[in-house]
């Protein structure tokens, strides 16, 4: 389909520019993302099939709960909470770092709920 034709077609159907919108944020992880995830939690919680059921489960639920760019901002904050030195700090007790990784933290308990129990 043209961009020309797409335009025409969002034109005629209103709703339609509005639930791609709404597909797009529930759908904002990327794949790469998503297998990382999946990849690290199985490594901790095993390699078997059962843990790919559940691990997959995990993200997807953190999906719905934490948009794409807070779980990159809050995965960044834990990372450069691992280093060392004056520049760190601000990452390890600062307000704003703490309520980036909280709502990391949140999301992570609430798909423990629905996957692993």
Request: hydrophobic fraction near 45%; aromatic fraction near 6%.
């Amino acid at each position: 389909m043209s961009a020309r034709a797409a335009a025409v077609l969002l034109c005629l159907v209103p709703g339609l520019a509005a639930a791609q919108t709404v597909a797009e944020q529930l759908n904002d992880y990327p794949t790469e993302a998503r297998a990382d995830y999946v990849f690290g939690c199985m490594a901790v919680n095993g390699n078997t099939r059962e843990m790919l059921r559940r691990c997959s489960c995990s993200i997807d639920e953190i999906a719905a709960i934490l948009p794409y760019k807070d779980y990159v901002s809050a995965e960044t904050v834990l990372a450069l909470r691992q280093g060392s030195g004056e520049r760190m700090s601000m990452f390890k007790a600062g307000p704003v770092s703490e309520g980036i990784v909280a709502a990391l933290r949140r999301a992570q308990a609430e798909a423990e709920i629905v996957c692993f129990n």
